[in-house]
């Protein structure tokens, strides 16, 4: 399983990543949220494109485990439906289709020996796990399969939350990925947008770029952005 630049950091935004995403929400108990796109130059961070509509976890958000310090609050664990909030590398595309317009980005095929191990008492805890072929799945691996059929999910692209190393218990299998509904419905602790947007997404990510997610309420986002070099507030979060 392939993460760029993930370890935890004291300074959160690494020196070198050039594209960052910013998620806000109004509060940490919305599902709702913001993206926008920002690349670096030299006069700081310059949006790219136009914000896009988001749904995050049914509970809100808590505090993940990324790149960024330890924060006092709500801290994020398995099942809790909160998105977890912080700043976080992103890892691999996902999927059992391809996309219409190639992409930088790696990309791995879903299949049905794929599986993304959300077991917390299990060795392989929130890692990406590959059955190899010639034999049957145990009733445990079928258990831990990632989705396919399920248009949800015909396309992710994975959020680095806790894998540094996993912590038992602490939140697995965060994605970026398609939402339910057109929007109307909330996750279960990814961050979801429309079709159209995640594959934009996709194509814009540059692996030298060293991009990052960042997710947090608004308040947060006022107290944090100055110490963390954070792109300014857009203009409303929802």
């Known amino acids: 399983m392939i993460f760029f630049a ?12 050039e594209q960052l995403i910013l998620g806000l929400a109004a509060h940490v108990d919305s599902s709702a949220a913001t993206l926008q796109r920002f690349v ?6 310059q949006p790219v494109g136009s914000q896009v509509s988001a749904r995050i976890g049914r509970a809100g958000m808590a505090w993940g485990l990324g790149l960024h310090p330890t924060q006092p609050g709500l801290q994020k664990v398995e ?3 909160r998105a977890p909030a912080g700043v976080f590398t992103i890892g691999e595309a996902l999927g059992d289709v391809l996309l219409s317009e190639p992409m930088a980005w790696p990309m791995l095929t879903v299949t049905e020996r794929t599986l993304w191990v ?3 008492s299990s060795p392989y805890y929130n890692q990406h796990r590959v059955v190899p072929p010639g034999r049957p799945l145990t009733d445990w691996e079928s258990s831990q399969r990632m989705r396919r059929g399920d248009p949800a999910h015909r396309l992710k692209v994975a959020i680095a939350h806790n894998t540094s190393p996993p912590v038992s218990g ?3 299998a965060i994605f970026f990925h398609i939402w339910r509904g057109d929007g109307a419905k909330p996750t279960a602790g990814c961050t979801a947008m429309s079709a ?7 194509r814009w990510l540059e692996p030298d770029a060293v991009p990052v997610f960042v997710l947090l309420s608004a308040a947060d986002h006022a107290q944090l952005s100055a110490e963390w070099g954070l792109p300014a507030l857009p203009q409303h979060a929802p």
């Open 6 to 17: 993930s370890a935890a950091l004291a300074a959160p935004i690494p020196a070198d990543t």
């Open 196 to 202: 159209a947007d995640l594959e934009a997404l996709m």
């Open 40 to 45: 670096r130059s030299d006069t700081g961070w």
């Open 118 to 120: 959300e077991d917390a």
């Open 170 to 172: 602490s939140g697995s």
């Open 79 to 81: 099942g809790d439906w």
